[in-house]
């Protein structure tokens, strides 16, 4: 079984910045895809950004520009700097990993963007 930990999550005034991370239990070199996806109350989950085990990377229209999914294999970490934040960016984010024919999720972590 795979655990994904995921921390950095908080309240930011709009316009300012926060790096989520995730941990992972095992290697990240055994995934195919590692992603960060978000999720507001009553609204179904949507995909914030992706990147594949070749590095490449996917993000969706309402983060480009503002958010960046890295990765650091040694650590085990996938994270995800987000700058510029928008009060619509509120969301709980969730770090998933997939393999060929499953995938995980964290617990998530709760980013808050108000004045």
């Known amino acids: 079984q795979v655990q994904l930990v995921e921390s950095g999550g908080g309240l930011v005034q709009p316009g300012g910045s926060l790096r989520l991370s995730c941990a992972a239990s095992?290697?990240?070199?055994?995934?195919?895809?590692l992603g960060w996806y978000r999720q507001v109350p009553g609204k179904q989950r949507e995909l914030a950004a992706s990147?594949?085990?070749?590095?490449?990377?996917n993000y969706a229209e309402f983060v480009k520009g503002r958010f960046t999914i890295s990765r650091d294999n040694a650590k085990n970490t996938v994270y995800l700097q987000m700058n510029s934040l928008k009060p619509e960016d509120t969301a709980i984010y969730y770090c998933?990993?997939?393999?060929?024919?499953?995938?995980?999720w964290g617990q998530g972590t709760q980013v808050t963007v108000s004045s």
């Open positions: 990147i594949t085990s070749g590095g490449r990377t």
């Open positions: 095992r290697s990240l070199l055994s995934f195919v895809v």
């Open positions: 998933t990993a997939r393999e060929a024919a499953r995938g995980y």
